[in-house]
């Protein structure tokens, strides 16, 4: 059978079912992410209060780790700052790409991912969410 | 020609494979299943001596050298050329090797498209075609002012003819259109196209990167002007892939790429061109890879490509009928395994394609899953990938039903549908 360090139990749940998925209509800040690779696509919303962001929501097609990952970023950056949900990203990308960082905490969903890295192929499914959330931190 | 019970008896699977040292190998604990030859096929032994013999014995630069190692060179790529000519219905002067279908797909489009094409000239392609089909094109568009015109294909995932016609009523200047979908599997009626194509004075270039490996394919009797393969996917070597162009029109066109080779005389001021096929083969071919192309060719008329393609179609109905008994899974395509090639696109309802290639993966069969280079085909038919599973003269009933029980452990993963 598969690997169950890639579908770990919690990326599965997440995936059937994604937290904050569907638009945001009064969105003040969103951006559209797409992996040229496989053809996933992905829109995330965020809305923002001063330098908080309030909600976040995203919307899509792609894989488990895709979806389930969008899923996660959109649970984690809630009620966070700017600064400290681009912290987040940094520390979420070093983690995907295997370079030092300040591991997660096992029962936070999003040390999960971490599986993920021993998939070259995937690592761009788990990324992409957070490339998009960077797009719109960035800009 | 041989009935098809004969093809039957006489195909012997099990002594095409021992010819594939790759297939001993085992992923991830099990027997590989490689069913992913439309992506590019395995090679066979013979093919993989004849590089090593070249490299080992043969090795030297063509149609430059006067020594014994030259000689046998040359001799060995042109006679890989005739041999890729023949095999295709045409003449040995007509085939440029290039490095693929791509490659000669964007020798057309520089070379003929920049001499031939003027602004509102009108382009005729369809929407099954790969990226390799239509990117060529809308660069050349732009640089010439040329307009693209797709034709649609019906939602049973043939050719629209009717459509086509109405295409055809605007006089193209040219129509590009791929033999065997490398998506759909479907077999467009390319002699049909071609014969409506040039009732309106429209050249026809075909791509025939997924039908030369799979089925007889004679480029004489099709009539077309253009038809461009790759090597790769029909046995031989990555790298290598052939042109077939209509005599006069490769002896009209401006060269694509200049250099070596290439040239009769050169001056300060401009040259003049070597004979065709020379002309468009600037610099040292991929001389190895050319003769590995011959021996692929050798080797699929030693089995025999009708054989092959009644096996494939074996294969194929196999795959269909288990496939489209599931209530879960969606199959992509004609149904009819006689209208099509050996592939089947197919998706699970509730199941992105990646994550099932991945499970798949995991006991060792290989298929592919993503958008296969159709970006409209996937618009189309409102998916954002799709996977699929394609097969060749080496592959069995037996790996069929491998490939469709494994396909419960994408269930286990990820649960029922509706479930």
Redesign the interface.
């Known amino acids: 059978m598969v690997d169950d360090e890639l579908y770990r139990e919690i990326i599965l749940e997440h995936y059937h079912h994604p937290r904050y998925k569907g638009a945001l209509p009064d969105a003040n800040l969103t951006a559209e992410g797409m992996n040229p690779l496989c053809g996933d696509e992905l829109t995330l919303y965020l809305k923002t209060d001063g330098d908080r962001i309030v909600e976040a929501r995203f919307d899509g097609r792609g894989c488990s780790i895709s979806q389930a990952s969008a899923s996660m970023l959109t649970e984690a950056i809630r009620g966070l700052t700017v600064d400290e949900a681009k912290a987040l990203l940094e520390r979420v990308k070093a983690m995907l790409t295997g370079s030092p960082h300040e591991p997660f905490d096992e029962d936070d969903d999003l040390s999960a991912l971490e599986g993920v890295k021993k998939y070259p192929v995937r690592i761009k499914c788990a990324l992409l969410a957070w490339t998009t959330l960077e797009e719109i931190l960035h800009k | 020609m041989m009935t098809s019970l004969q093809t039957q008896l006489k195909y012997d699977v099990e002594a095409i494979r021992a010819d594939f040292p790759i297939l001993q190998r085992r992923v991830n604990g099990h027997p590989l299943v490689y069913l992913d030859n439309a992506a590019t096929s395995q090679k066979p032994r013979q093919v993989i001596d004849a590089l090593v013999h070249y490299y080992e014995f043969t090795n030297a630069n063509v149609h430059r050298g006067l020594h014994t190692l030259a000689e046998e060179a040359t001799e060995a790529y042109e006679s890989a050329r005739a041999k890729v000519a023949r095999f295709i219905g045409a003449e040995p002067e007509s085939v440029v090797f290039t490095r693929n279908a791509t490659e000669a797909i964007n020798l057309v489009a520089y070379a003929w498209g920049l001499a031939n094409l003027k602004s509102g000239d009108r382009i005729v392609l369809t929407e099954m075609e790969h990226h390799s089909n239509i990117v060529p094109w809308q660069l050349i568009a732009r640089l010439t002012g040329a307009q693209l015109h797709y034709v649609p294909f019906t939602p049973e995932g043939e050719m629209d003819m009717e459509a086509l016609d109405n295409a055809l009523r605007q006089e193209p200047k040219l129509v590009a259109i791929v033999h065997v979908s490398n998506v759909l599997g479907t077999v467009n009626p390319v002699e049909e196209i071609t014969r409506k194509a040039h009732a309106v004075g429209a050249k026809v270039l075909i791509d025939g990167a997924q039908a030369v490996p799979h089925k007889p394919v004679d480029v004489t009797r099709i009539g077309c002007d253009f038809y461009a393969f790759s090597g790769h996917k029909m046995l031989a070597p990555t790298g290598i892939g052939a042109l077939y162009a209509r005599r006069e029109l490769l002896e009209e066109m401006p060269p694509f790429m200049g250099g070596g080779s290439m040239i009769r005389r050169v001056t300060h001021e401009f040259s003049t061109w070597a004979d065709i096929p020379t002309k468009f083969e600037a610099g040292t071919p991929n001389i190895a890879d050319a003769i590995g192309f011959g021996a692929a060719v050798d080797y699929l008329q030693h089995v025999g490509m009708e054989a092959i393609r009644q096996h494939e179609q074996r294969l194929t109905a196999e795959a269909l009928r288990l496939l489209e008994a599931e209530e879960d899974i969606v199959v992509y395509g004609p149904r009819d395994p006689q209208r099509r090639c050996g592939l089947v696109s197919f998706n699970f309802k509730h199941?992105?394609?990646?994550?099932v290639a991945?499970?798949l993966?995991?006991r060792g069969i290989a298929i592919r899953?993503?958008?296969h280079c159709c970006?409209i085909i996937?618009r189309r038919l409102d998916v954002?990938?799709t996977a699929r599973a394609s097969f060749y003269l080496y592959n069995t009933i037996e790996e069929i039903h491998t490939f469709v029980e494994a396909l419960d452990?994408v269930r286990?993963?990820?649960?029922k549908y509706g479930g």
């Open positions: 199941v992105h394609p990646h994550d991945q499970v993966d995991a899953a993503g958008h970006q996937m954002t990938a452990d286990k993963v990820f649960g």
